[in-house]
T-cell receptor
């Protein structure tokens, strides 16, 4: 089974620029998560989708971050405009969740550096 | 409120047993998970407890006490490759969905 695919692996931008990340979950997984992981900290949930609906986005800075999951499959996360504090690894994960809780499978992440 | 506490660092020697504790506070608690993350890598799932008691998966075991809002991960026969960060994560059940919250992680350093 193919894992969670993310691109790009690395991105360097200047503050106030915009950036977008892409994620393709494991086939058939209903739930998709976007996390922000700052160095030395745990993953912080930004947004959780179940199929193409939002389950939780309480920690998403909505003034600058947006995410969508069209057709309930792949997803994009956008930051516009970026700030220095957005430097982090952005992780995408997916889980089956069709009959109760299932573990999350993570992609390799996108390492974002803001200059 | 919601909180999740785990030690920031634990050290042990190869072949030993180590326990990483996790305490949590949340409403709608559903279960507690453990993930391992090597430097520069993706988190990978290790173990999960929804009910009180011990779950064993090879060298790794996880324990949960719902009444004490407490769990731990037990690693036996430590190997150098076990040096990594370990995250506990609780899951809240909400409207048919399962919403995770991760701790800050425990850095495990295994010495020869």
């Amino acid at each position: 089974e193919a894992g969670v695919a993310q691109s790009p692996r690395y991105k360097i931008i200047e503050k106030r620029q915009s950036v977008a990340f892409w994620c393709n979950p494991i086939s058939g997984h209903a739930t998709l998560y976007w996390y922000q992981q700052i160095l030395g900290q745990g993953p912080k949930l930004l947004i959780q989708f179940q199929n193409n609906g939002v389950v939780d986005d309480s920690q998403l800075p909505k003034d600058r971050f947006s995410a969508e999951r069209l057709k309930g499959v792949d997803s994009t996360l956008k930051i516009q405009p970026a700030k220095l504090e957005d430097s982090a690894v952005y992780l995408c994960a997916s889980s089956l969740d069709r009959q109760g809780w299932q573990p999350q499978h993570f992609g390799d992440g996108t390492r974002l550096s803001i200059l | 409120g919601q909180s999740l506490e785990q030690p920031s660092e634990v050290t042990a020697v190869e072949g030993a047993i180590v326990q990483i504790n996790c305490t949590y506070q949340t409403s709608g608690f559903y279960g507690l998970s453990w993930y391992q993350q090597h430097d520069g890598g993706a988190p990978t799932f290790l173990s999960y407890n929804a009910l009180d008691g011990l779950e064993e998966t090879g060298r790794f075991s996880s324990f949960l006490s719902r009444s004490d809002s407490y769990g731990y991960l037990l690693l036996q026969e430590l190997q150098m490759k076990d040096s990594a960060s370990y995250f506990c994560a609780y899951t809240r059940a909400s409207g048919g969905s399962y919403i995770p919250t991760f701790g800050r992680g425990t850095s495990l350093i295994v010495h020869p």
